[in-house]
């Protein structure tokens, strides 16, 4: 790996990175209040409402209603569709850019001229984006941990929500591991990212289809999404290992794959 490199890939991305970081935080604060001012029964006669409550079950992968508790409504921050949002918006456009995007703009020949080899670019480019995922879920996770001190919630398993920390840290991980294969796949930024949006719209679409359409169960197992459950995680306080398995195997795979063909391949040149 080249030290050169992570520094240059940190740099170019770490005000947004830090930037989503502190958004998420704030995010995660804000829900947790947000949840402390509301009236439960009325909401929670609200969520048995039976499409609210499909479509809350296709989310967090449990029935709400039945799991009722402050673990399991804040671990509903850990699916929320405003948090995915940031995190895939940040993954995206930062793992587009570490390879596709010094192609797409003609400065990968300056890269290339490094005394390192091509392996070792993907492999500085893969660790920035690890560690960048696990800053991620660490601002969350700050996030619900200041929430909750901050309205005074008290029997909150911060153990559990560890748990379910880590089970959403595969999850990203997998995006990221897409999002830097792709990028050495390809020759153009707007491909890299559009074939990696493209998925993940499947993968949420699919999950929420699958709580109204029960023949789409049958094809549930190919969008990253059906193995992201985090309510069964925060209700039993225990990991899902056939699901964690499931992510970070086909990560392992999608990046295996992207670094032989971006060890292989013809880079054009500027």
């Given at each position: 790996?080249?030290?050169?490199?992570?520094?240059?890939?940190?740099?170019?991305?770490?005000?947004?990175?830090?930037?989503?970081?502190?958004?998420?935080?704030?995010?995660?604060?804000?829900?947790?209040?947000?949840?402390?001012?509301?009236?439960?029964?009325?909401?929670?006669?609200?969520?048995?409402?039976?499409?609210?409550?499909?479509?809350?079950?296709?989310?967090?992968?449990?029935?709400?209603?039945?799991?009722?508790?402050?673990?399991?409504?804040?671990?509903?921050?850990?699916?929320?569709?405003?948090?995915?949002?940031?995190?895939?918006?940040?993954?995206?456009?930062?793992?587009?850019?570490?390879?596709?995007?010094?192609?797409?703009?003609?400065?990968?020949?300056?890269?290339?001229?490094?005394?390192?080899?091509?392996?070792?670019?993907?492999?500085?480019?893969?660790?920035?984006?690890?560690?960048?995922?696990?800053?991620?879920?660490?601002?969350?996770?700050?996030?619900?941990?200041?929430?909750?001190?901050?309205?005074?919630?008290?029997?909150?398993?911060?153990?559990?929500?560890?748990?379910?920390?880590?089970?959403?840290?595969?999850?990203?991980?997998?995006?990221?591991?897409?999002?830097?294969?792709?990028?050495?796949?390809?020759?153009?930024?707007?491909?890299?990212?559009?074939?990696?949006?493209?998925?993940?719209?499947?993968?949420?679409?699919?999950?929420?289809?699958?709580?109204?359409?029960?023949?789409?169960?049958?094809?549930?197992?190919?969008?990253?999404?059906?193995?992201?459950?985090?309510?069964?995680?925060?209700?039993d306080g225990e990991l899902d290992p056939?699901?964690?398995?499931?992510?970070?195997?086909?990560?392992?795979?999608?990046?295996?794959?992207?670094?032989?063909?971006?060890?292989?391949?013809?880079?054009?040149?500027?």
């Amino acid at each position: 790996m080249s030290k050169h490199l992570m520094y240059k890939a940190w740099r170019d991305y770490a005000f947004f990175g830090f930037g989503t970081m502190l958004l998420l935080c704030l995010f995660v604060i804000v829900f947790v209040n947000a949840v402390h001012a509301t009236d439960m029964e009325q909401y929670m006669s609200v969520m048995k409402t039976p499409w609210i409550r499909n479509l809350m079950r296709a989310m967090v992968g449990a029935d709400i209603v039945e799991n009722f508790d402050t673990t399991g409504l804040v671990s509903f921050a850990f699916a929320h569709p405003v948090m995915w949002t940031m995190v895939i918006a940040f993954i995206l456009l930062s793992t587009s850019g570490l390879i596709a995007g010094e192609v797409d703009r003609g400065t990968f020949d300056f890269v290339a001229t490094l005394p390192v080899s091509r392996t070792q670019i993907y492999l500085s480019y893969s660790l920035v984006t690890a560690v960048w995922s696990l800053m991620l879920v660490a601002a969350l996770y700050l996030g619900a941990w200041l929430g909750m001190k901050q309205v005074g919630y008290e029997g909150v398993n911060y153990t559990t929500l560890v748990l379910v920390s880590m089970h959403l840290l595969a999850a990203i991980w997998f995006v990221g591991a897409m999002g830097i294969a792709l990028s050495g796949m390809c020759n153009r930024r707007v491909a890299a990212g559009a074939i990696c949006f493209v998925y993940i719209l499947y993968s949420f679409t699919l999950n929420v289809v699958e709580a109204f359409w029960p023949a789409a169960q049958k094809v549930g197992w190919t969008g990253f999404m059906h193995y992201y459950q985090p309510l069964p995680v925060a209700r039993d306080g225990e990991l899902d290992p056939y699901s964690l398995a499931v992510l970070v195997g086909a990560a392992s795979v999608i990046w295996i794959v992207g670094l032989l063909r971006f060890t292989n391949r013809d880079i054009p040149s500027a």
